[in-house]
């Protein structure tokens, strides 16, 4: 048995069937923008990994920074010790954050540290002597995670339907896909919401500006500041889920920045170590901390094994060293204009129904995605790694990538685009 088909038997991936596994390509290195595969070839990743790699693979900072601390101390428990490496983190975040939000927890992913997230909302309510708070709300076509509770306030219709049998019922807002249109409308039935179920809702959650995994939607921040408002007036908490549009893929350093705003809790992940190790965070504010510090249980009720490994924290530590010493926004801009000119020809094609691009997000909605092969054939034949998925033909590709590779992206998004449209799958999100 090659190592391969020892793959194909025995290993699950990511949304993926044993009994028809999807081709999976063997990766040997990674090299700036590049994957090098065990056959030599070479993609430029179009998807950073998942939105992750966002200074390039094996940065070589990074990577420098995990071997130095590798020496010292790979590992210890966060109960009752702390290290170096955990506080230059939290004190680079409270930096990054918006005033006021400095209350560090520190996640093993991003799904984790959505769970935490709600978790102190609850506790917020419950020290304030409201129990009944208990439920969220959330946003139709958002996207938290893939645990339990993560995925309860994911969109309820989305790449979770399976499981609705065991999941929490939480309160769902419409998708606010109708750009400033939709906004009064969207913000009456908000009101409408928390009147009625003023006594059950802790808070709410959304992804700001940009729904990803699950919708590939952009909105406008006005609708962010009616969140803000309307949980002012209730004393609902807040959460942004920054994890996906965060640390400058939309163009600012946060998508909320857009609205002048912030959360009372915040999610940060993905790109937080650079796609180098798992890492997420929560950040509350102080006055979300000291309610929950002054409740009748005070201590805060998580705590993972893995909580703040301090080669993670290196990870971020140099991550972020890296993201405050460039112009990020800069470079999101760069890659911007670059996907404006790369993409525009794609929207005569008949498979398209909508371009669209914010910051270092470019979409291509299709009626259908073409076949698993033919998609697979254009990553062969341009040599860029796409995974496009439900009807998304996209890219969020590393935010050093400059525009020859995003140029080159740009043609392999489009050839993806032009193929005939494939089987019908009903909008599936597993392939
Ligand atoms: C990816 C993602 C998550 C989950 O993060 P994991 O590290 O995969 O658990 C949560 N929220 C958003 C917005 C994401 O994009």
Not at 116 to 124: D, P, S
Not at 263 to 276: F, R, S, Y
């Amino acid at each position: 048995m090659t190592p391969l088909e020892y793959d194909r038997t025995h290993i699950w991936h990511p949304y993926a069937s044993l009994a028809n596994p999807p081709k999976v390509r063997l990766a040997e290195r990674g090299e700036g923008l590049e994957l090098v595969l065990a056959d030599g070839r070479r993609l430029i990743d179009g998807v950073s990994s998942w939105w992750c790699v966002a200074h390039g693979y094996n940065n070589p900072a990074i990577v420098e920074a995990v071997r130095r601390q590798s020496e010292r101390l790979c590992h210890v428990m966060f109960g009752g010790f702390t290290h170096d490496c955990a506080i230059e983190l939290a004190e680079r975040i409270a930096s990054f954050t918006p005033a006021g939000l400095n209350k560090v927890f520190f996640a093993d992913s991003g799904s984790i540290s959505v769970e935490v997230a709600v978790k102190m909302a609850i506790q917020y309510q419950h020290a304030k002597g409201r129990p009944g708070r208990c439920r969220m709300a959330a946003l139709k076509g958002g996207y938290h995670g893939d645990t339990a509770c993560a995925m309860a306030l994911s969109d309820p219709d989305g790449m979770h339907v399976l499981f609705r049998g065991m999941m929490p019922r939480h309160f769902f807002l419409s998708k606010p896909d109708r750009g400033l249109d939709g906004l009064a409308e969207w913000t009456r039935e908000f009101e409408r919401l928390v009147d009625e179920h003023d006594g059950e809702i802790a808070g709410v959650i959304c992804e700001p500006v940009l729904q990803a995994a699950n919708a590939m939607n952009f909105y406008p921040a006005e609708y962010l500041a009616e969140m803000r408002r309307i949980c002012d007036t209730h004393d609902i908490v807040l959460v942004f889920d920054e994890i996906a549009a965060g640390l400058w893929r939309t163009g600012p350093r946060w998508a909320h920045e857009r609205a002048a705003v912030s959360p009372d809790v915040m999610c940060i992940g993905k790109a937080l170590t650079g796609g180098h190790i798992s890492l997420a965070a929560t950040v509350a504010s102080e006055k979300l901390a000291d309610v929950i510090s002054s409740g009748p249980v005070s201590a805060f009720m998580h705590g993972p094994t893995y909580m703040a490994n301090p080669l993670a924290c290196a990870a971020a530590n140099a991550s972020l060293d890296l993201f405050s010493r460039y112009d990020y926004g800069a470079k999101a801009e760069r890659i911007e204009r670059a996907f404006k000119e790369g993409l525009v020809r794609a929207m005569a094609l008949p498979n398209v129904k909508d371009v669209r691009i914010m910051g270092a997000v470019g979409v291509i909605e299709v009626e259908r995605l073409p076949a698993r092969e033919d998609m697979d054939r254009v990553i062969d034949e341009t040599g860029v790694w796409l995974r496009p998925f439900a009807n998304f033909i996209y890219s969020m590709p590393p935010l050093v990538a400059g525009e020859k590779a995003v140029g080159r992206i740009c043609d392999a998004l489009v050839a993806m685009a032009a193929l005939p449209p494939g089987p019908e799958t009903g909008g599936d999100f597993h392939e």
